[in-house]
């Protein structure tokens, strides 16, 4: 069983940057599972934003946050982390992360294993 919180969520201001975090427990991630950033508007369908397989580091980014979100992994701290650059108001959701036990390689398609409870990203001047 893997427990997993994020943290990182706040106010930013367009243009501005956060970095989330998704801290995980019970198991270590670091050879078998992806990690993947998942957001959700209320209203609308939870969005894959971004993936990391733990063994690989190989990542995957949804189209829109290509080239401003950077995705990472530090298997010392069971921990990955999604940092936020040149934020934009159509980021405003909350963020969950997710993880999937899986040989190689990782999918935004979020058949996972586990979800966090989410952290809550507000971009607004």
């Known amino acids: 069983q893997v427990q997993l919180v994020e943290s990182g969520g706040g106010l930013a201001q367009p243009g501005g940057s956060l970095r989330l975090s998704c801290a995980a427990s019970?198991?270590?991630?670091?050879?078998?599972?992806?990690v993947a950033w998942f957001r959700q508007v209320p209203g609308k369908e939870r969005e894959g934003v971004s993936c990391i397989h733990m063994r690989t580091m190989i990542t995957r980014y949804e189209e829109s946050v290509k080239d401003r979100f950077t995705i990472s992994g530090d298997n010392a701290k069971n921990t990955v982390y999604l940092q936020m650059n040149n934020l934009k108001p159509e980021d405003t959701a909350t963020y969950y992360c997710?993880?999937?036990?899986?040989?190689?390689?990782?999918?935004?398609?979020?058949?996972?294993?586990?979800w966090g409870e989410g952290t809550l990203v507000t971009v607004s001047s």
């Open positions: 997710a993880a999937r036990r899986r040989s190689a390689g990782c999918s935004l398609d979020g058949a996972v294993d586990y």
């Open positions: 019970g198991e270590f991630i670091s050879d078998y599972y992806y």
